[in-house]
């Protein structure tokens, strides 16, 4: 026996028994149905846009530790305690080199175009970063072996801007360490998330630079990384929510 709850009202406004026991309002039912179809698919093809995103670009923010400038080349334009922000752009379908051994799996993945590559910008406004005529970018990540290697994330610039008092920036380097073995990562897989900050022990960025025969070294620690939505996932967030408002209108 079919039982039917009269007193449930439907998103129409009337008893969902009601209307289908009425040939004309069926229709309605019908077409908030098809609203809820096209809803679930559009969000569908959302996720699937966002999980298969090939370019990733990550926000960073870090806190400067060391200086080291025994030459002066700063001027005291930069020092312990600054703010250094930035972001870094990848893309997850890079073919990578891998290796492996009876310590850890190498993944090394090597990025030679635009718009792949780092950028920095210090508390004064100061900035370098990857040479965009000449990048030459690499994401290596380490998946150490319980009980033998630890897992290891490193970012490396290697072709960079100058600072903007001319001083050359010979290498950018960020690392994720952790003193525990085989326990921030699972895989040497470039993914489209940003790296976890509080499955490591140490998070050092390096910037390296010289004024022949002096040389000039800032560390400074990452706390915070994010991942910045690309410009297609905005769109499909946008038009998302203005259906899902439309819907409840």
Known sequence: MLLVNHHKKSILGCSESTILSNPNRQHL????????????LMLFVLTATVANAEIVTIALEAVITMVDDSGNLLEGAINVDDVITG????NTDTVGIYTSDATSDWGAYYHTETPYGLS???DNGMACGTDPGNIDFEIKIIDGHE????DNYYLHS???????NSIAVDHITWHLSEDETGGAIDSTALTAT???LEDWTSSVLTIKGDRTPTQLIIESTVYSVEVIPEPATILLLAIG???IRRYRN
Do not use: E, S
């Not at 039912?29 to 679930?40: D, E, F, Q, V, W």
């Not at 972001?87 to 990848?90: A, F, G, N, S, V």
């Not at 009980?147 to 630890?150: E, K, L, N, R, V």
């Not at 290697?158 to 600072?163: R, T």
């Open 29 to 40: 039912l019908r077409g908030k149905g098809m609203k809820t179809k096209l809803l679930i």
């Open 87 to 90: 972001i870094y752009t990848y």
């Open 120 to 122: 920095l910008t210090f």
């Open 147 to 150: 009980g033998i290697m630890t």
């Open 158 to 164: 290697f072709n960079n801007l100058p600072l903007d």
């Open 194 to 196: 940003a790296p976890v």
């Open 241 to 243: 929510g203005g259906f």
